[in-house]
């Protein structure tokens, strides 16, 4: 069956330092993936989305890569401050527009 | 642009009550998204849209849902009768598709549906 699964569900990290996230999946062909951050009480903002034949894309302190032979996606913020803190998650999409996200890693930077 | 409009933010409603939630999308966005939200299953889709014509209903979860989509800037998500596992936050989304390839998704702030 299909299933994302993201790292871990909480990551905690010094201030100044790179958070990376990871997104696996499994029997999906998606052709292209999607990051977006929640915080509390609100919905999700789109990120960065990453297409199948491209290998890696940066955002300001962003950068997403994404491996299709390892099925595999990373979110990297380098710097990281306590504002950064929040749920990422990531999406995978088929080009039928559906999107399936991953249950999301909470991310918290400490000062 | 004021974003995606949901209403109500908040309802609290009793077991076996009808539950009627509202979506107004972004002027312009061909594509409707529901997803439900909870801390057991996450984001999970309910039922998408394009150009008002629902294209995938897999995620509802039971007959008691139904959504409706009347133009293009107005869609309903019913839940009739509710039961208390159907307490979550509700999102919709919307987004351009052309093709083949969708736009990034835009969610609005949820409805966080409690049912006693």
């Known amino acids: 069956s299909q299933k994302i699964e993201q790292n871990s569900e909480a990551l905690n990290i010094q201030e100044g330092k790179t958070a990376t996230l990871t997104c696996n999946y499994t029997n999906y062909s998606p052709a292209y993936l999607q990051w977006y951050r929640q915080d509390p009480g609100r919905g999700p903002v789109f990120l960065l989305l990453i297409r199948e034949n491209e290998k890696e894309k940066r955002k300001e302190r962003l950068k997403v890569t994404f491996d299709t032979t390892l099925k595999q996606s990373l979110f990297h913020i380098t710097a990281s401050q306590p504002a950064d803190s929040a749920t990422y998650l990531c999406a995978l999409n088929t080009n039928a527009g559906k999107s399936t996200f991953g249950d999301g890693t909470t991310l918290t930077v400490k000062p | 642009d004021a974003g995606v409009i949901q209403s109500p933010r908040h309802e609290v409603t009793e077991m076996g009550q009808e539950v009627t939630l509202r979506c107004k999308p972004i002027s312009g966005h061909n594509s409707l998204f529901w997803y439900r939200q909870t801390m057991m299953r996450g984001l999970e889709l309910l039922i998408y849209?394009?150009?008002?014509?629902?294209?995938?209903d897999s995620g509802m979860p039971e007959d008691r849902f139904s959504a409706k989509m009347p133009n293009a800037s107005f869609s309903t998500l019913k839940i009739q009768p509710s039961e208390p596992r159907d307490s979550a936050v509700y999102f919709c989304a919307s987004s351009s598709y052309s093709g083949g390839m969708t736009d990034t998704q835009y969610f609005g702030p949820g409805t966080r549906l409690t049912v006693l």
């Open positions: 849209f394009n150009n008002n014509v629902p294209i995938d």
